[in-house]
């Protein structure tokens, strides 16, 4: 079953402008991380943030955690073409299972 | 370098075969996990294993088998009776999979002809 969902499904955005995707999620966390993933390839781990922290900062990524909303953000600013990629969100259940439950992902394409 | 490696990058199986996928790391990571990832869709957890001799199902195991006999090895056995095999398969692992992010392999991408 699916925890995360990310919006927008697909985003288009000029190289240097700024991005910034959603990630929904339906039952308490323990904490929330983002991948991303170039065409065809393995997943590359961006930033973990966990349930009592509201926001984390990793080079141009900004990422917020909203516990009452079950909401995250990922913002990246000055989007670079390689930045082109799929991004996924992926919660840890607080239920102690150690297994995450990814998001559908959102297809970013950034225009040179 | 430490990493995870998956192989064969591309596996075509034929109608009632069984298959392999092998995932191996060097991390000295406990916990190993395999997802399927069909096309434009999230991963869904297929097993996943916290310690050698100890693996657990995930959400789609059915037609699905795996063995952790080595800290170092999680292989996945795609069986005849996964009736939808065609995918793109991911091995990850964790060595504290509440506190650190999962690392990856590049992935194994299974056709069936």
């Known amino acids: 079953s699916q925890q995360g969902e990310e919006d927008p499904q697909a985003l288009s955005i000029q190289e240097g402008e700024n991005a910034t995707m959603n990630c929904s999620y339906k039952t308490s966390i323990n904490n929330l991380q983002w991948y991303r993933q170039n065409s065809g390839r393995g997943l590359v781990h961006l930033i973990l943030i966990r349930s009592n922290e509201r926001e984390k900062h990793s080079g141009r990524l900004r990422v917020t955690l909203d516990t009452s909303k079950k909401s995250s953000s990922l913002l990246i600013t000055a989007s670079r073409a390689a930045d082109t990629a799929s991004y996924f969100c992926?919660?840890?259940?607080?239920?102690?299972?150690?297994?995450?439950?990814f998001g559908t992902g959102t297809r970013l394409k950034v225009l040179a | 370098d430490g990493g995870i490696t998956q192989s064969p990058k591309y596996l075509f199986r034929k109608e009632g075969q069984n298959v392999t996928l092998s995932c191996e790391q060097n991390l000295n990571h406990d916990a190993m996990y395999w997802y399927r990832q069909d096309p434009g869709q999230g991963l869904r957890l297929i097993y996943y294993?916290?310690?050698?001799?100890?693996?657990q199902k995930g959400d789609i195991a059915e037609g699905y088998s795996v063995s952790r006999e080595k800290k170092e090895s999680f292989p996945l056995t795609v069986t005849s009776a996964q009736k939808n095999p065609t995918a793109f398969y991911l091995c990850a692992s964790s060595i504290s999979p509440g506190t650190y992010g999962y690392t990856f392999g590049s992935g194994t991408r299974l056709t069936v002809v």
């Open positions: 294993s916290q310690i050698v001799n100890d693996f």
């Open positions: 992926a919660t840890l259940r607080a239920s102690g299972t150690y297994k995450y439950i």
